[in-house]
């Protein structure tokens, strides 16, 4: 198959989306030591995963901050999506509640790229993980974290997905990926926490500062050698009431590996499509409006099946 072709095919797949049936839990927990640490994280396996009787395709989902694996699980509702498309699901927690994105603030707290890195082999060793098909995914803080790994550990993981977050000043400094990183990136252009042209982070400018939505993903569009521009592509609106539209953007003829931005004009730092729904009000003053014209768990699922099939 053509690489144009490959494109069509990942570009037409992301379109769709449809919810699936209802997961039932089928969890376990466990725990891995860094510096002398212990480290958290909760593992789904559906029965669909279960029944294929080797190991499946993993989709890592870091949170945001000042929240948890539980918390960011209910934000995504992933599971429900890996129930029906046979894959699992892996959801670590953090330290202190964030993430060490490589923003200066956190003063590296933390080697949570060695502790990602460890989450993988111990999923691998159990025979849970297909190394090959080890994804990654984060919202808000969990997002920049996603951005750090792409850039130190590009070969660690078949694909990245950042959702409303930007690539972190001090990373993009010193990003030097060894080779090519399927990436897509979802931000909302009226987020005032992570600010879609650039600038500090939250709502008072204290949380360190990051590269333009447009500058992250033009990064990865030069370094995986995605020539032109890119294509564009205008989302059913199916919520009109929510305020906002989603734009795609899609690199997906490039020597390297494909790049996918979806612009979500008029969102806010919500995760497109979240199944949570309490204190709307409230988030809404502080966070912004909520798109429901997709589902992130839907598109970021279609895009690493994708790049599944392209390999």
Known sequence: MSQAR?????????????????AEAREFYGETVVDGVPRTYTVFVPDSARD???????????????????????????????????????YPDSLGRGWNDGRRFRRER???????????????????????????????????????????????????ASII???????????????????????????????????DVGLRGRRGAVVSAFET????????????RPGRRMLPNRDPRDGSRVVMFYSTDCR??????????GGGHRVPGSPVQDLRFMAERVLGAQNNDISTAE??????????RTS
Request: contains cysteine; charged residues 25%; positive net charge.
């Open 299 to 308: 598109v970021i699922t279609r895009f690493f099946a994708g790049l599944d």
């Open 165 to 199: 977050a930007n690539m972190p000043v001090p990373v993009i400094d010193r990003c030097l990926p060894d080779r090519p990183v399927p990436m897509m990136v979802i931000n909302g252009t009226d987020d005032r926490l992570m600010p879609y042209d650039g600038g």
């Open 52 to 90: 294929r009787g080797d190991s499946v395709p993993v989709v890592i989902v870091l949170h945001g901050g000042r929240g948890d694996g539980a918390r960011v699980r209910r934000i995504m509702g992933l599971d429900r999506v890996a129930e029906r498309e046979g894959f699992a699901t892996v």
């Open 256 to 265: 390297g590996a494909p790049v996918i931005h979806l612009r979500v004009e």
């Open 110 to 160: 933390s080697d949570d790229v060695a502790f990602l890195l460890r989450l993988k082999k111990s999923l691998v060793r159990r025979g849970l993980a297909d190394p090959d098909r080890v994804f990654v995914a984060g919202v808000s803080n969990g997002g920049m974290m996603v951005q750090r790994l792409a850039c130190e550990v590009p070969g660690a993981f078949a694909g990245y």
């Open 217 to 228: 993903v033009e990064f990865w569009r030069a370094h995986n050698g995605c020539d032109g």
């Open 6 to 22: 490959l494109g069509a095919v990942l570009v037409a797949a992301l379109v769709v989306a449809m919810l699936g049936p209802r």
